[in-house]
């Protein structure tokens, strides 16, 4: 079993639909993260939570609604999106969230696909 | 602010051959950290090497090798008599301001 788990590992879903990707990590870390992965792009830091608070939300619309009820588990609740947030969505963890940040453990991340 | 740019987009190669990723940074931090990781096909980011600022002393680890220069605000990598598992994205990041911060990448394909 993989450090960082995500699921679904590929989603289609109209711009109406609601839907959630969940990341699961299993290597006693407490601080957990979402970055989005667009084609040529550089990876975007989305949200940092870090003990279970957000502690980071970089600026991300509304319609990506993150939730992390313990320190295993990162949820991204997705609605109405649309087409140019398809992308691959990656979940990530670490040991802390100091201002030098160490290595990050990361999942294989959801490919998400918005029509 | 802290930019990270990898000017390579994508590379291709024959096997036994080196290749080198170049990687220049940005910061106004004096203490940071630089990191590369390695995206297969599969997806998931894998970390390879971790430098501080304040450690200049090349890296080697079997075929990889690291070559970190201040002075240039470059952060190099080498991959030595390459093979087709070396096949894969890889990413130059610099930490700093609670957040790591990701170059664009560079697409490696090394041809059997």
């Known amino acids: 079993e993989t450090g960082v788990t995500q699921t679904p590992r590929h989603l289609v879903m109209g711009m109406t639909n609601k839907k959630s990707l969940k990341c699961e990590q299993h290597l006693g870390h407490n601080a957990m993260y979402w970055y989005k992965q667009s084609a040529k792009k550089p990876l975007e830091l989305m949200f940092v939570?870090?003990?279970?608070?957000?502690?980071e939300n970089n600026s991300v619309p509304s319609r990506f609604s993150p939730e992390c009820p313990n320190s295993s588990h990162l949820f991204l609740h997705l609605h109405t999106l649309q087409p140019e947030d398809s992308a691959l969505y990656l979940c990530?963890?670490?040991?802390?969230?100091?201002?030098?940040?160490?290595?990050?453990?990361f999942g294989e991340g959801s490919r998400l696909t918005v029509l | 602010a802290q930019k990270v740019t990898q000017a390579q987009t994508e590379i291709s190669v024959v096997e036994k051959e080196d290749v080198t990723l170049d990687c220049v940074y940005e910061?106004?931090?004096?203490?940071?950290?630089l990191f590369w990781y390695k995206q297969p096909p599969s997806g998931e980011l894998v970390f390879l090497i971790r430098r501080n600022s304040f450690d200049e002393q090349n890296e080697i680890s079997g075929r990889y090798s690291w070559n970190f220069q201040k002075s240039t605000s470059s952060f190099n990598f080498t991959i030595t008599a390459s093979q087709v598992v070396d096949s894969a994205v890889y990413f130059c990041a610099l930490s700093g301001d609670y957040k790591l911060s990701f170059g664009a990448g560079t697409t490696v394909t090394v041809r059997a």
């Open positions: 939570y870090s003990l279970e608070e957000r502690v």
């Open positions: 910061t106004r931090d004096t203490t940071y950290y």
């Open positions: 990530a963890s670490s040991q802390d969230r100091g201002r030098y940040t160490g290595e990050l453990f």
